[in-house]
T-cell receptor
Framework: DAKTTQPPSMDCAEGRAANLPCNHS???????VYWYRQIHSQGPQYIIH???NNETNEMASLIITEDRKSSTLILPHATLRDTAVYYC????????????FGGGTRLMVKP | GAVVSQHPSRVICKSGTSVKIECRSL??????MFWYRQFPKQSLMLMAT?????????EQGVEKDKFLINHASLTLSTLTVTSAHPEDSSFYICSAMGQGNYGYTFGSGTRLTVV
């Protein structure tokens, strides 16, 4: 699986949009971009994933650049409960491909 | 949605004893389960991959005789930490993937403290 690069930490004001970047310059054509988050002392929680089109669900939006070498996860209105470590992961969509976690971004939402 | 139940959430054991952690898929059949370990302020590290009815595949550096994995049914995988030592103290997390479903669902994790 391709490696990803994320900033180690970010702050965001409560109620504002949180934009979390991820670089994945070695991503291959059949690899998806997945985002998970981990709130302290809990298991990771799935947020969203995409291949090349932008995606949106009830939790977040995922913007993938046209060359697919980077992406941005957007939490439109961050709350204190969004404070967590956010992991950007790229993997093939074949059954059995495991998730390999990098360092992630520690997002701190402040009042 | 898919739910994975992991038990216990927290366990303290004495050095030299064994501890079993259970991971159950509650509303789907999990053909493949993954076990991760996470030390404080670090990311999740994959320990092993288990497929129902077959032997687990361990990542490099993970002792298969120390971390016994059993995946005897499509809804249950267990991780047994044998002869635990203080350095085995960590947060253990399981993840399950269902049949024909390429998404992953994670358990809530088990905090193991060996004293």
């Amino acid at each position: 699986d391709a490696k990803t690069t994320q900033p180690p930490s970010m702050d965001c004001a409560e109620g504002r949009a949180a934009n979390l970047p991820c670089n994945h310059s070695t991503i291959s054509g059949n690899e998806y971009v997945y985002w998970y988050r981990q709130i302290h002392s809990q298991g990771p929680q799935y947020i969203i994933h995409g291949l090349k089109n932008n995606e949106t669900n009830e939790m977040a939006s995922l913007i993938i650049t046209e060359d697919r070498k980077s992406s941005t996860l957007i939490l439109p209105h961050a709350t204190l409960r969004d404070t967590a470590v956010y992991y950007c992961i790229v993997r093939g969509n074949n059954a059995g491909n495991m998730l390999t976690f990098g360092g992630g971004t520690r997002l701190m939402v402040k009042p | 949605g898919a739910v994975v139940s992991q038990h216990p959430s927290r366990v303290i054991c004495k050095s030299g004893t064994s501890v079993k952690i259970e991971c159950r898929s509650l509303d789907f059949q999990a053909t493949t389960m993954f076990w991760y370990r996470q030390f404080p302020k670090q990311s999740l590290m994959l320990m092993a991959t288990s497929n129902e009815g077959s032997k687990a595949t361990y990542e490099q550096g993970v002792e298969k005789d120390k971390f016994l994995i059993n995946h005897a049914s499509l809804t249950l995988s267990t991780l047994t930490v044998t002869s635990a030592h203080p350095e085995d103290s960590s947060f253990y997390i399981c993840s399950a993937m269902g049949q024909g479903n390429y998404g992953y669902t994670f358990g809530s994790g088990t905090r193991l403290t060996v004293v």
